[in-house]
């Protein structure tokens, strides 16, 4: 009893400490404030209801990721398509930046404009640091999608291409382009 | 001649390819300078996007700690040196208060109290690095109990600890070994490296034992740039406020003459 006391314990207090990072996750796949903290307390509830049952040996981070998607998911009407789905861009604006001259309001449009998938996929990667694998197995897609994703943000966020504005493209360039 | 896809050179820059497959690439990006264009291009959005979400959530981590901390006595904004530091950058420099000395203390560090110290997650550590370098300054760098300036000290403290007994030499970019310490982030032992010049910004080379080969990528807190890289078993960050140009340009020194005896 006393074990399984203890164990529920350190099961919150690990929970304490991965809830701000799944807030984020949460953040740029719903791209509203309010959803998020909705999605986040359906997870919560979820997660400790079923976290000594199912999570197995997965890390608890990852683990709570892929719940929490499983769960938004569970929310859509139908299966989530990767079309664009404007969010707040608030959310994608670090406080810390807010006074660049306006670099981070004008990315953090662009971060608003992309589909929940791609976003929360960015999140994954560039802001967790997770690999391709493990962001697959959250999402539950090949990772082969998962590259695919992050090459089209990839192509949405670029910067204009200033080389190709200079000079006419190469027939490689073109080549790609077609 | 070879054609790489974006989606290949896009996992290349993320350092999500196995080591030969990053080899090959590297080879092949010597001699294409269109590709190696199109490899600046991705990073340059990389950097973009490792920025805004590594920001975006050390924010969101900080907002969750100062919450916590909120709702208990005494809680408050830690002064340090003059400057008001956010509860999750003071949580990082308890980490690394928590390290032990250079000298004599050198293995006994003193662990943090669990609830005061911000867990990031593991693979932030370019970012972390960033954060806990904007608090140096060139004056309040000094030689201390903790620290060494002696090159030939430092030289054998890292062939401890790293076996590599070499210590980079940046002083044809005007900047001199200073002084090294041993920190502690996240219970790995970390070595700061500081150089110093007359004009030139305080520019510090951090090592650390771990992680899979990767190339070198750049990132950013605030104004303090850097260019973060693993080889061999050993991860390296380079911090400084210059220009991305010339941090590469040291970056490539340090790359270059860390390993050698």
Redesign the interface.
């Known amino acids: 009893m006393g074990y399984v006391v203890e164990q529920k314990s350190q099961i919150n207090s690990e929970l ?2 991965v ?3 799944l ?2 996750f949460a ?1 740029a796949l719903t791209g509203s404030e309010s959803k998020a903290q909705a999605l986040l307390k359906a997870a919560r509830n979820h997660i400790l209801s079923r976290v000594s049952k199912d999570r197995g040996h997965t890390p608890l ?1 990852l683990w709570a990721f892929t719940q929490t998607y499983s769960i938004w998911v569970s929310r859509m009407k139908g299966a989530p398509s990767d079309r664009p789905e404007a969010a707040d861009p608030r ?7 807010a006074n660049d001259g306006g670099a ?1 309001a004008r ?2 449009m662009q ?1 608003a404009q992309l589909s929940p998938q791609r976003r929360a996929t ?2 994954l ?8 694998d493990e962001v697959a197995e959250i999402f539950g897609v090949p990772v082969a999608t998962v ?2 994703r ?2 089209k ?3 949405a ?3 204009p ?1 200033e ?1 190709a504005q200079l000079a006419p493209a ?1 027939p ?2 073109q080549g ?1 382009a077609a | 001649m070879i054609d790489l896809s974006d989606e290949l050179l896009m996992a290349y820059v993320d350092g999500q390819l196995d080591k030969p497959q990053a080899a090959v690439v590297g080879r092949i990006l010597r001699d294409d300078r269109d590709m190696a264009y199109r490899v600046s291009r991705l990073q340059q959005t990389q950097a973009q996007l490792l920025d805004t979400f590594g920001a975006l959530l050390r924010e969101g981590m900080s907002s969750a700690s100062r919450a916590q901390r909120g709702s208990r006595p005494g809680a408050g904004a830690i002064a340090a040196g003059g400057r008001v530091l956010t509860i999750g950058t003071a949580g990082f420099l308890l980490l690394i208060g928590a390290s032990a000395g250079f000298t004599t203390s050198y293995y006994s560090g003193v662990k943090a109290k669990p609830e005061a110290v911000m867990q990031l997650p593991a693979s932030n550590w370019p970012e972390d690095i960033a954060e806990f370098h904007a608090f140096f300054t060139g004056e309040t760098v000094g030689v201390s109990a903790e620290s060494q300036s002696n090159p030939d000290m430092v030289k054998f403290q890292l062939g401890q600890l790293f076996k590599s007994a070499s210590l980079p030499d940046f002083s044809a970019h005007g900047l001199k070994f200073a002084r090294g310490q041993l920190l502690s982030y996240r219970g790995n032992k970390v070595m700061q490296l500081i150089y110093l010049g007359k004009n030139e910004p305080l520019v510090a080379l951090y090592v650390s034992a771990g992680g899979l080969d990767m190339p070198m990528s750049p990132g950013r807190f605030g104004d303090v740039k850097t260019m973060s890289w693993s080889v061999k078993e050993l991860r390296y960050v380079i911090a400084a406020d210059m220009q991305p140009q010339e941090l590469r340009a040291l970056a490539a020194v340090a790359q270059s003459q860390f390993g050698r005896k």
Request: net charge positive.
């Open positions: 304490g400490l809830m701000p990072r807030n984020s953040a981070a959310l994608f604006q670090p406080r810390s930046r981070s990315f953090a971060l960015l999140h990667v560039y802001g967790e640091r997770l690999s391709y590259i695919t992050l090459a943000c990839h192509e966020l670029a910067q291409d080389r190469s490689r360039a790609r």
